[in-house]
């Protein structure tokens, strides 16, 4: 794959910003599992939990490029915010896991990250973390850095076109996804295994 084709597929696949999450918890319970501090992954296990992020990031990005080819940007965000979660739901169900994606600052107040990754995410973790819960799921936790052609829909407010900023205004009018420099953290995709 090119640098180029890579970075416009990388732009498509976060222009929606958080608007893929399956988990709505806001606040941790004391029943929620916990990662189990110094806990390791096997190489098998990361594999299956970064093959179901590159799904998603994959089909998601795919639709994304259709709809901006047919109506730019502004109707790539209308695929976000109507298609975005059954995507997510698909690739889940395909891949046997729960998966989604939460941001630094939401566009989506539904997309807040599972229990398990709250605390990691207000500490804005920067690398990937691969661990264990203390239900002996498979977790991970996947930093996704704004590239320049995400700019248009999550850069400074100059740099967003009128379309793209109504477009935002109707659909995510608690949006809080915009003001990001390029290489920013943006957010993340958080991957959890589920027991079969």
Known sequence: MTRCKFYSLLTVGLLCGAAVGCKQTAVESPASPK?????????????KLLSA????????????????????????????????????????????VSIGRTG????????????????????????????????DQTVALLPIKLQPQCLMCH??????????????????????????AEGELRGWFWVESISE
């Open 104 to 135: 630094v600052r939401l566009r989506n107040s539904a997309n807040q990250p599972p229990a398990w990754a709250m605390q990691l995410v207000a500490d804005k973790v920067d690398s990937p973390v691969f661990a264990k819960l203390s239900n």
């Open 35 to 47: 990662i189990v501090l110094g806990s390791e992954l096997t190489e098998e296990q990361k594999s």
């Open 53 to 96: 992020k590159d799904a998603l990031f994959t089909k998601l990005s795919g639709r994304l490029m259709e709809a901006m080819s047919q109506s730019g940007p502004a109707g790539a965000i209308e695929v976000c915010q109507t298609e975005a979660r059954q995507i997510a739901d698909d690739i889940g169900r395909d891949q046997n």
């Open 155 to 180: 850069g400074p407010q100059d740099m967003i076109s009128a379309d793209v900023q109504e477009k935002l205004a109707k659909l995510y009018p608690q949006d809080q996804a915009t003001g990001f």
